[in-house]
């Protein structure tokens, strides 16, 4: 069983700042990387930004100096936004790619809605 929960969106002025938080249960996998994507209306879900479990990140250009992605333990991921914009209203998935055995798989959570008014 693996199960993605997702916290902390909300609505924040422009230049405001917002934490969210995904806890990863997936006892027999061992976790290869957690990440952000993002979905606006009318727009395809896009990566904003990732971590491996050696700890390396990717940040997409729109959010990079902004945004913070980081890991406790191995289970929990945040994602830090600050100095956010309106363009950054959007439906926020956490994603976990997780292996078992020879296999991976990718998991998403419920989605968190992230509303930067003007």
């Known amino acids: 069983q693996v199960q993605l929960v997702e916290s902390g969106g909300g609505l924040v002025q422009a230049g405001g700042s917002l934490r969210l938080s995904c806890v990863v249960s997936?006892?027999?996998?061992?976790?290869?990387?957690m990440g952000w994507f993002r979905q606006a209306p009318g727009k395809q879900r896009e990566l904003v930004a990732a971590?491996?479990?050696?700890?390396?990140t990717n940040y997409a250009d729109s959010v990079n100096g902004r945004f913070t992605i980081s890991r406790d333990n191995q289970n929990t991921v945040y994602l830090q936004m600050n100095s956010l914009k309106p363009e950054d209203t959007a439906v926020y998935y956490c994603n976990a790619r997780l292996r078992h055995m020879t296999y991976e798989y990718d998991y998403w959570g419920q989605g968190t809605q992230v509303t930067v008014s003007s």
């Open positions: 971590i491996t479990s050696g700890g390396s």
């Open positions: 997936a006892s027999i996998f061992s976790i290869m990387s």
